[in-house]
T-cell receptor
Framework: KQEVTQIPAALSVPEGENLVLNCSFTDSAIYNLQWFRQDPGKGLTSLLLIQSSQREQTSGRLNASLDKSSGRSTLYIAASQPGDSATYLC????????FGKGTHLIIQP | KAGVTQTPRYLIKTRGQQVTLSCSPI?????VSWYQQTPGQGLQFLFEYFSETQRNKGNFPGRFSGRQFSNSRSEMNVSTLELGDSALYLCASSLESRTEETQYFGPGTRLLVL
């Protein structure tokens, strides 16, 4: 059974800092890995999708990497802004998405 | 292009009742998945429908069921509601393939069971 762990569970940093969110998983038999953000009381917004055969994806200030051999993914956020405050979730795609519990991120103005 | 829509947005039911939630996917999307989100368990996969057929199912009791219509709209039903069924229920849609595509999530239906 796939287990997904996200570290840290919560993070508070001042505006402008670069930061890294971590995701680890136990089963490398995946189709893809997705990073989402969730704002309070809202649904999920897809940020990046990395196919199983890929190593990283970039979108604007976001960069996500995937290392299947070590069972790890990282989400790098450059020059953080208060609008980046949200819960960030990684999800492994196989038969349905398996989610981590998320990292609750607060960017202090 | 309109996003994924879910109705109703909020629902209050009592134990023992049943409930039906509705999800309309993005136009052209044929796959619809359902997830339950609770503070304790996080997001958990319920089931996925594609072309009116259940393609995958998570580890939930038989009280949770779903269906998909020919226009790809989907409904999920929970019978004999329990207090623990209180949750945010999210649906997500994608074109066809699970291996290459992003899933797009709706805003969710928040269910409270009293």
């Amino acid at each position: 059974k796939q287990e997904v762990t996200q570290i840290p569970a919560a993070l508070s940093v001042p505006e402008g800092e670069n930061l890294v969110l971590n995701c680890s998983f136990t089963d490398s038999a995946i189709y893809n890995l997705q990073w989402f953000r969730q704002d309070p009381g809202k649904g999920l917004t897809s940020l990046l999708l990395i196919q199983s055969s890929q190593r990283e994806q970039t979108s604007g200030r976001l960069n996500a990497s995937l290392d299947k051999s070590s069972g790890r993914s990282t989400l790098y956020i450059a020059a953080s802004q208060p609008g980046d405050s949200a819960t960030y979730l990684c999800a492994l795609g196989a038969d349905g998405l398996t989610f981590g519990k998320g990292t609750h991120l607060i960017i202090q103005p | 292009k309109a996003g994924v829509t879910q109705t109703p947005r909020y629902l209050i039911k009592t134990r023992g009742q049943q409930v039906t939630l509705s999800c309309s996917p993005i136009s052209g999307h044929r796959s619809v998945s359902w997830y339950q989100q609770t503070p304790g368990q996080g997001l958990q996969f319920l089931f996925e429908y594609f072309s009116e057929t259940q393609r995958n199912k998570g580890n939930f009791p038989g009280r949770f069921s779903g269906r998909q219509f020919s226009n790809s709209r989907s409904e999920m039903n929970v019978s004999t509601l329990e207090l623990g069924d209180s949750a945010l229920y999210l649906c997500a849609s994608s074109l066809e393939s699970r291996t290459e595509e992003t899933q797009y999530f709706g805003p969710g239906t928040r269910l409270l069971v009293l």
